[in-house]
Antibody
Framework: EVQLVESGGGLVQPGGSLTLSCAAS????????MHWVRQAPGKGLVWVSR????????SYADFAKGRFTISRDNARNTLYLHMNSLGAEDSAVYYC??????????????WGQGALVTVSS | QSALTQPASVSGSPGQSITISCIGS?????????VSWYQQRPGKVPKLLIF???NRPSGISDRFSGSKSGNTASLTISGLQAEDEADYYC??????????FGGGTKLTVL
């Protein structure tokens, strides 16, 4: 069974930093693109970033460029999202998402339960 | 990076069919065969219904179908059931090599 377990969420002050982790199990982690998607309370899904299966390519939504860094450790089956210069608008549940493919990186077929990030003083 | 355009809400009666549209541009929906659709029931995580415009993952009911014409993708749900009441989101790969979601559509089963 595919399992994606996020950790690292919590309360952070405006301007602060936070790193989310996602422990993956039940599948061959190194064979899949991975994504981060966020959802503010009562709002829609917003794609944040993705990383290729070998970690050699990443892409970001405009709001994440220069502030967020996605990375992965295929030896530890873990996905990361490091976030800097956080503002209130970054408050959301952050989902770790497995892509269904090692090639295309366009469709998430398994989602974690999410990690809540709250940016507030 | 504009979000794809979806209707805010749609409704239908049990047994009926409904269609949710997802309007993009030649830079996303119309330029690639990489539209996906997700269902998110209240309090639950999203579930992939359709990938690559019209393909269903294993285990997804054939009541759900995806199609595309030009810059508009569509999700059709046939034989509407009470359990289909949920939020539905489209997404697409774009020419900027990123993914973008639509704003979401709330489906009400009357």
């Amino acid at each position: 069974e595919v399992q994606l377990v996020e950790s690292g969420g919590g309360l952070v002050q405006p301007g602060g930093s936070l790193t989310l982790s996602c422990a993956a199990s039940g599948f061959t982690f190194r064979s899949h693109w991975m994504h981060w998607v966020r959802q503010a309370p009562g709002k829609g899904l917003v794609w944040v970033s993705r990383i290729r299966s070998d970690g050699g390519y990443t892409s970001y939504a405009d709001f994440a460029k220069g502030r967020f860094t996605i990375s992965r450790d295929n030896a530890r089956n873990t996905l990361y999202l490091h976030m800097n210069s956080l503002g209130a608008e970054d408050s959301a549940v952050y989902y770790c998402v497995r892509d269904r493919s090692a090639i295309t990186g366009t469709a998430g077929d398994n989602w974690g339960q999410g990690a809540l990030v709250t940016v507030s003083s | 990076q504009s979000a794809l355009t979806q209707p805010a809400s749609v409704s239908g009666s049990p047994g009926q069919s409904i269609t949710i549209s997802c309007i993009g541009s030649t830079s996303d929906v119309g330029g690639y065969n990489y539209v996906s659709w997700y269902q998110q029931r209240p309090g639950k995580v999203p579930k992939l219904l359709i990938f690559e415009d019209s393909n269903r993952p294993s285990g997804i009911s054939d009541r759900f179908s995806g199609s595309k014409s030009g810059n508009t993708a569509s999700l059709t749900i046939s034989g509407l059931q009470a359990e289909d009441e949920a939020d539905y989101y489209c997404s697409s790969y774009t020419s900027s090599r990123i993914v973008v979601f639509g704003g979401g559509t709330k489906l009400t089963v009357l």
